[in-house]
């Protein structure tokens, strides 16, 4: 087997990354050398140490990467609250996006086909508009708001892959598991689906981001879920009508 490989070198920085640029133009997945030659369907679109995850409605796939497998997204060392609440939501967010506003729109081959009933596309997306219009409301800077339709598809698979993560996680018990530093396993699942998205970001970024990211600011990506999800209200009964994190259940979209 020939292994290709770019050149790295200690001239600079700029000169590696265009070096790394010009090699992914030739032989990456999609590279010149790829041209009149079989799809290859089991090439990954990332490399194995990044931090990311996917869902190819094309392959009808989903890819971790081995980067994913450390703290803050998976401990092999914390109780299954921690993991349900961090990769297990990953896992179901990609899992999602093959049932969001695009994924679904792909059969099970991966082929671009309108295979569902006209009553439940129309049920599907009246609950959705629910969900472009909550998150049109949310102001990441003063007069700055997050596009509800452009981050439409995130949003959905962030809110169903919680929701499935945390029934899978209650499947699995055999009982209630014991209080962790005066935490149940439920605070400690919601806890630990926040604290896998802490970043620090400086506003230039949040603002060129707002504008064309598919991906809301990851303070909405805790926030703008947590307050759709009933279990969290009875995991944090301390959230009361007056806090900014309770949403009215009439006003809770239900989508998967």
Not at 52 to 57: F, L, Q
Not at 116 to 123: G, H, M, S, V, Y
Request: with cysteine; charged share 30%.
């Amino acid at each position: 087997m020939r292994f290709l490989r770019t050149r790295i070198e200690n001239d600079s920085y700029v000169m590696n990354v265009l070096r790394a640029g010009n090699f992914k133009f030739e032989h990456g997945n999609n590279g010149l050398d790829k041209v009149g030659k079989p799809v290859n369907r089991d090439a990954w679109y990332m490399s194995p140490h990044t931090v990311d995850a996917y869902n190819d409605p094309t392959k009808n796939t989903i890819v971790l990467s081995a980067g994913v497998l450390q703290p803050p997204i998976f401990n092999k060392d914390a109780d299954d609250a921690i993991n349900y609440g961090a990769i297990g939501a990953m896992i179901g967010h990609e899992m999602i996006h093959g049932f969001d506003d695009q994924g679904r729109q792909f059969d099970k081959d991966g082929n671009l086909t309108d295979w569902w009933t006209k009553e439940d596309a129309d049920k599907f997306n009246r609950s959705a508009r629910v969900l472009v219009d909550e998150y049109n409301k949310f102001e990441v800077l003063p007069d700055l708001y997050i596009n509800g339709k452009l981050t439409l598809g995130e949003n959905i698979a962030d809110f169903g892959g919680l929701t499935i993560s945390y029934w899978a996680y209650r499947i699995s018990l055999n009982g209630e598991p014991e209080k962790i530093d005066g935490c149940t396993g439920d605070r400690r699942f919601f806890l630990s689906y926040a604290q896998m998205w802490r970043e620090s970001t400086r506003n230039e970024s949040r603002r060129t981001l707002v504008q064309v990211d598919s991906h809301s600011p990851t303070r909405f990506r805790v926030n703008g879920v947590l307050f759709n999800v009933p279990e969290f209200y009875k995991a944090f009964p301390e959230v009361k009508v007056e806090d900014k994190l309770y949403r009215p259940e009439d006003l809770r979209p239900i989508i998967w």
